[in-house]
């Protein structure tokens, strides 16, 4: 797989200093009267949201890990089937943190250790001959470490004859400072469980035999390697989510952070998130430079066809912390005073104008998650020649471009200073994506 452009920034607002104040802190169930509804109120809400939608994914993650060491007890094409699908339940609450990663630098930091991508997967096991042999920019692009315990890469042997979960995370990650080097993640675990998807533009997910991970009955070589490979990489998953949760704890750095930015960078931060998620990382990099090159290589759960739920949570993220409300997996709510409450307060078209633009943006995703129940997932939908599937992507994509403008708008009407997002050249600079 290739490496994505780098993200540009777009956008500076450059505005007068805040007029908002803070007051009380509000439970989840304290229904809010307008005086009440202060950029205290909402930071407050943002970092519960934080700490709920991460512990969910933490849980869903340990979910996963019991699914994992099931199916290496007993690896049988029903319990892989099995852990396949804990791990497209462990994405949802994931995903619908990803707006917490833009503005909040130790998130950013921390979110390439699980939710990297595109990876080099020729680095950590079998692929097909088509893959290739060599990159000029990663020596380590087929070292295929599950087959090689201790590979020379340029003249120089690599000691990978323990697969765990330090060797992962402090040896073979991101090595060679290569940033598709992935060695760590859901995308790994993805593609440990799914194997390549050789289809093309064409339906069908990757194809990964349960045998693979047989000591009886192996198939793909290597099964002892390749079990522990992915016994490390859930482990050190959980792990890393753990770390983050516990960092939006009452005592945890990622709440420290955000509070050290005061009311109007709390708010700035929130608005950050918004919408460089939606504009430069979602509608630009993980969607419209997979449409314009017709590229399946550039599908963010590229292994398993999952995209379409990804970039839907994706979306879904941005509007919870919008909102000020969060759902997670036990059907549990967290809600309090809201970024809509607050805008609602300053100028009320304007949380309608925005409320709207979120309802279009995930209907026009519910469209592609359709479409992708029958079949047609994502890499089907951008295939060369597919008009209708083309019209779909472009939908979505038009939609979270007009949900960014309002976001500009918001931090117009709020007064929020110097506000940067993140762009895309897909989006900003179209002809520098075929240079």
């Known amino acids: 797989m290739h490496l ?8 500076n607002i450059a505005i007068a200093s805040s007029l908002l104040s803070g007051c009380n802190l509000l439970s989840s169930t304290d229904k809010q009267s307008e005086s009440e509804i202060t950029s205290t109120s909402v930071l407050d809400t943002y970092i519960q949201i934080a700490e709920s939608s991460f512990q969910d994914s933490l849980s869903s993650a340990k979910s996963l890990e019991n699914a994992v060491d099931n199916f290496l007890i007993s690896p049988t094409e029903e319990n892989l089937t099995q852990t396949k699908q804990a791990w497209v339940e462990a994405r949802a609450p994931y995903q ?16 390439g250790k699980v939710n990297a991508w595109p990876l080099d997967e020729g680095l950590i096991d079998y692929v097909d001959a088509a893959y290739g042999s060599e990159s000029d920019e990663n020596p380590f692009y087929n070292a295929n470490i599950i087959a090689n315990p201790m590979p020379m890469i340029g003249g120089k042997a690599v000691d990978a004859k323990t697969i765990n979960k330090a060797f992962l ?21 993805e593609f440990l469980l799914w194997g390549q998807d050789l289809n093309g533009t064409n339906p069908g997910a990757g194809k990964r035999p349960a045998t693979d991970y047989s000591l009886s009955n192996c198939t793909g070589g ?41 009311q109007q960078g709390g708010l700035a931060t929130i608005l950050t998130g918004m919408g460089s998620l939606a504009y430069g990382e979602l509608a630009g990099e993980r969607i419209k430079l997979g449409l314009m090159l017709h590229d399946p290589e550039e599908e963010h759960d590229c292994f398993s066809d999952n995209t379409h739920w990804s970039h839907y949570y994706d979306a879904k993220g941005i509007k919870n912390v919008y909102l000020g409300e969060y759902k997670n997996s036990q059907g549990e709510l ?54 209708d599937g083309n019209q779909i992507i472009k939908d979505i994509v ?5 949900q960014a403008k309002t976001t500009e708008k918001i931090i117009h009407t709020l007064a929020l200073g110097n506000v940067e997002l993140e762009g895309s050249d897909s989006l900003d600079n179209p002809n520098a994506v075929f240079e």
């Open 169 to 189: 995370s402090e040896t073979l990650h991101e090595i060679d400072e290569v940033e598709s080097n992935v060695a760590t993640g859901y995308h790994v675990i």
């Open 334 to 387: 967290t809600k309090g005073a809201s970024l809509s409450d607050l805008v609602k307060k300053a100028q009320p078209e304007l949380d309608a104008e925005m409320r709207t633009n979120l309802n279009s943006t995930e209907t026009a995703m519910q469209v592609m998650v359709d479409h992708a129940l029958k079949g047609h997932t994502f890499d089907v939908l951008i295939g060369e020649g597919n008009t």
């Open 222 to 262: 290597n099964c002892d390697r390749r079990r522990a490979y992915l016994k490390s990489a859930t482990a050190l998953l959980v792990d890393d989510l753990q770390e983050m949760t516990t960092s939006w704890t009452a005592e945890g750095g990622a709440r420290a952070e955000l509070n050290a930015k005061g």
């Open 96 to 111: 619908q943190t990803e707006v917490y990663r833009f503005g909040n630098a130790s998130v950013d930091e921390w979110e």
């Open 398 to 402: 038009d939609a979270l471009v007009v």
């Open 4 to 11: 994505k452009n780098t993200l540009k920034p777009i956008i």
